[in-house]
T-cell receptor, first 114, second 114 residues
């Protein structure tokens, strides 16, 4: 079974530029999560999708971050414009359902904002 | 509000020694609890999870954790450390009935000395 795929693995941009990350979850998984992991901290949930609907985006900085999951499969997370404090690893995870179902994580995208 | 606290950001043990990584949670109801491991430049991998079926949970790679409600703890242990156990470990929790949103601790880096 293929795992969660993410691209790119690394991205370096200047502040005020825009960037997009892509995630393809495990086949058949209805729930998809985007987490932000700042160096030295645990991951923090940005947004959660159930199929193509948003379940929780309470911690998503909506003035600059956006995410979509068209057709309920893969997802993109966008930052526009980026700030220095957005430097982090962006992790995508998926699970077969919500609740206590195991979340499977992708390798992450490491973003550096200069 | 639920929170997860990991005591000790860095733990160093000798190869063959006991591994003990501490995690305490704050919740008004018994939560679901997880331990994840993260190797450099990789995503998070589930070690084990507690979902109220049994207080002593066995996971992969010889790790286990015990849920102690009276102490609100979920410490991770392994009887004998291997060099390959060197990684970062995250404790996470979510409340029953929750959407699945994981609250992570800040992580503990395990160093294994030869």
């Amino acid at each position: 079974e293929a795992g969660v795929a993410q691209s790119p693995r690394y991205k370096i941009i200047e502040k005020r530029q825009s960037v997009a990350f892509w995630c393809n979850p495990i086949s058949g998984h209805a729930t998809l999560y985007w987490y932000q992991q700042i160096l030295g901290q645990g991951p923090k949930l940005l947004i959660q999708f159930q199929n193509n609907g948003v379940v929780d985006d309470s911690q998503l900085p909506k003035d600059r971050f956006s995410a979509e999951r068209l057709k309920g499969v893969d997802s993109t997370l966008k930052i526009q414009p980026a700030k220095l404090e957005d430097s982090a690893v962006y992790l995508c995870a998926s699970s077969s359902d919500r609740g206590q179902d195991t979340q499977y994580f992708g390798p992450g995208t490491r973003l550096t904002v200069l | 509000a639920q929170s997860v606290t990991q005591l000790g950001s860095h733990v160093s043990v000798s190869e063959g020694a006991l591994v003990l990584l501490r995690c305490n949670y704050s919740s008004s109801v018994p939560p679901y609890l997880f331990w994840y491991v993260q190797y450099p430049n990789q995503g998070l991998q589930l070690l084990l999870k507690y979902t109220s079926a049994a207080t002593l949970v066995k996971g992969i790679n010889g790790f286990e954790a015990e849920f102690k409600k009276s102490e609100t703890s979920f410490h991770l242990t392994k009887p004998s450390a291997h060099m390959s156990d060197a990684a970062e470990y995250f404790c996470a929790g979510c409340s029953s009935g929750n959407t699945g949103k994981l609250i992570f601790g800040q992580g503990t880096t395990l160093q294994v000395k030869p």
